[in-house]
Nanobody
């Protein structure tokens, strides 16, 4: 069974940083990334990486967040710098394999002002 397990969420002050990690149970994914969902809002794409190397980011996080992949560790990470209160949300990791998207359970990120 495919599993994605996130870690690294928490509470941080505005201007601070966090690093989220997502460990994938197998190496056959061709893309992965992070979504987030704030209370009362729709889930939105934050950052994505195709395993050929292409990355893309939401406009709201460009220049502050960096997505990376460690192939040897089957891990996709999201480095989040200069955090803002509006970044507060549950962050979900996903992985794509054979046209199927798999999801992690989510990790809470709270940014205080």
């Amino acid at each position: 069974q495919v599993q994605l397990v996130e870690s690294g969420g928490g509470l941080v002050q505005a201007g601070g940083f966090l690093k989220l990690s997502c460990v994938v149970s197998e190496s056959t994914f061709n893309a992965a990334g992070w979504y987030r969902q704030a209370p009362g809002k729709q889930r939105e794409l934050v950052a994505a990486v195709k395993f050929g190397g292409t990355t893309n980011y939401a406009d709201s996080v460009k220049g502050r967040f960096t997505i990376s992949r460690d192939k040897a560790k089957n891990t996709v990470s999201l480095q989040m710098n200069s955090l803002k209160p509006e970044d507060t949300a549950v962050y979900f990791c996903y992985g794509d394999r054979a046209y199927v998207r798999y999801w992690g359970q989510g990790t809470q990120v709270t940014v205080s002002s």
